[in-house]
């Protein structure tokens, strides 16, 4: 299977139905009233993180994703069905991010969601606009659209123990030896290109481990594998530095991936680190278990020393990662309510009862035309249907309502002038708004 760990996606929420206009018809009721039903609400697209995925493979290809439209309305106040929520899956340890890049969600517990795409608001239907004023209203609301928007999802590998190390120090060979995981080895740099996971079991409970991508000077710019080895790094509690004893310089190459923990961030040098000098076997190494064992006690690192291709001493690795993995146990789940969502992009215009009122906002735009601006009077204009009998009235009261014409005409605005708000365009003429 393909090891993704970077994917861009597009959501899009169901849209709302449209509300119902209808009157009652019954043989022997003359005057039967509006029976006219909202529209139901447009289905949510919800992210959620579970455990047993591994990459973000099933983005490779599949990147739209969007949720069911509402139904509409109708007579006998029949509201109409809402719209089927879409869930998608994501491994724990995601993180999401708009297209610009601004953090909204961090997946790190199976079962926390994150409401990526909030459904449409059901328009409401002309029973719902009756009164004592207005019995027999000839205008319902068309449906609100969907949310839509694009998103990058971003793996950060959670893993409790991390192998790390230049390329073919031997950290497949290890993460084989001692969980029993097949990695792909060769006896070549680079063997490694995708992170590995194997399972140690410890008492009751289980410890990942990963063999993670050989590191490369100048990684954390951005050089070979680079950010995508630091990034998986970043979320193990313990780390594993594997030496391959065979080597010429191991103090050099120790130092150097030790730097591009620290330069990438200073909080790994805090964290329980045990340095294994790997391929013990080789003659040449000898030398180098006495230069790498005095290194680490000035530096007071625990080291050991292992043959992978022989078994020399894996128990003995064993036993140590599972009293790490003890002294440092996992940290407890916060209990998460589901607060990264997002939250309406709308905001409703002031109600009756509201004291304070926005006032409209008149912009000129480069053609000489006038754009009326309100926090939610596009989504409120966007909601009538011009097609139904009333429904320049319901226009002409919102206009009313928020005194559009003193703006416009303020701004400078002439009879004949075109007027935009949203997607509607008109002439302006103030005798007959009013």
């Known amino acids: 299977m393909k090891f993704v760990d970077v994917a861009k996606i597009f959501v899009k929420a169901g849209r709302g139905g449209n509300g119902a206009l209808s009157f009652r018809r019954e043989k022997f009721v003359p005057k039967g009233g509006p029976d006219g039903a909202d529209g139901g609400k447009g289905g949510d697209v919800i992210i959620e993180s579970v455990g047993g995925i591994v990459t973000l493979a099933d983005f490779e290809y599949n990147r739209r994703f969007q949720a069911g439209n509402a139904g509409h309305g109708s007579g006998a106040m029949r509201t109409g069905a809402n719209g089927e929520d879409l869930k998608i899956f994501v491994p724990c340890g995601t993180l999401i991010a708009d297209s610009d890049g601004e953090l909204l969600a961090d997946m790190v517990f199976p079962g926390q969601q994150y409401l990526a795409a909030k459904g449409g608001r059901g328009g409401r239907g002309n029973a719902h606009f009756a009164s004592s004023e207005r019995r027999a209203p000839r205008f319902s609301e068309k449906g609100d659209p969907g949310e839509e928007r694009e998103l990058i999802l971003e793996l950060k590998l959670i893993a409790d123990v991390g192998?790390?190390?230049?390329?073919?120090?031997?950290?497949?060979?290890?993460?084989?030896?001692?969980?029993?995981?097949?990695?792909?080895?060769?006896?070549?740099?680079?063997?490694?290109?995708?992170?590995?996971?194997?399972?140690?079991?410890?008492?009751?409970?289980?410890?990942?481990?990963?063999?993670?991508?050989?590191?490369?000077?100048?990684?954390?710019?951005?050089?070979?594998?680079?950010?995508?080895?630091?990034?998986?790094?970043?979320?193990?509690?313990?780390?594993?530095?594997?030496?391959?004893?065979?080597?010429?310089?191991?103090?050099?190459?120790?130092?150097?991936?030790?730097?591009?923990?620290?330069?990438?961030?200073?909080?790994?040098?805090?964290?329980?680190?045990?340095?294994?000098?790997?391929?013990?076997?080789?003659?040449?190494?000898?030398?180098?278990?006495?230069?790498?064992?005095?290194?680490?006690r000035k530096l007071k690192l625990d080291c050991m020393f292992v043959s992978a291709m022989t078994g020399e001493n894996i128990p003995d690795l064993i036993k140590k990662i599972a009293q790490l993995a003890r002294e440092n146990p996992k940290s407890e789940p916060e209990s998460f309510e589901i607060d990264a969502t997002i939250e309406p992009a709308f905001i409703e215009l002031p109600r009756k009862a509201s004291k304070k009122r926005l006032p409209v906002q008149i912009i000129r735009t480069s053609d000489g035309k006038f754009k009326v601006e309100h926090a939610n009077f596009e989504k409120s204009v966007s909601r009538i249907n011009f097609e139904q009998e009333d429904a320049l009235l319901k226009f002409a009261a919102l206009l009313k309502k928020l005194n559009v014409e003193e703006a416009l005409e303020d701004a400078g605005a002439r009879e004949g002038d075109k007027v935009l708000i949203g997607d509607i365009e008109f002439d302006f003429e103030p005798e007959q708004i009013m």
């Open 163 to 296: 192998l790390v190390g230049l390329p073919n120090a031997g950290k497949s060979s290890i993460l084989s030896a001692i969980s029993g995981a097949k990695p792909k080895i060769a006896g070549y740099p680079f063997t490694t290109l995708t992170p590995n996971l194997g399972v140690l079991a410890i008492d009751d409970d289980q410890v990942v481990i990963a063999d993670l991508p050989g590191l490369i000077e100048g990684a954390h710019e951005g050089k070979g594998l680079g950010l995508e080895f630091l990034r998986h790094a970043e979320r193990t509690r313990i780390l594993i530095h594997v030496v391959d004893l065979s080597g010429n310089n191991i103090l050099e190459d120790f130092h150097a991936v030790q730097d591009e923990f620290t330069s990438y961030n200073p909080e790994f040098s805090e964290r329980p680190c045990l340095v294994i000098g790997n391929k013990i076997d080789l003659p040449e190494s000898q030398d180098n278990i006495k230069r790498l064992k005095s290194e680490m």
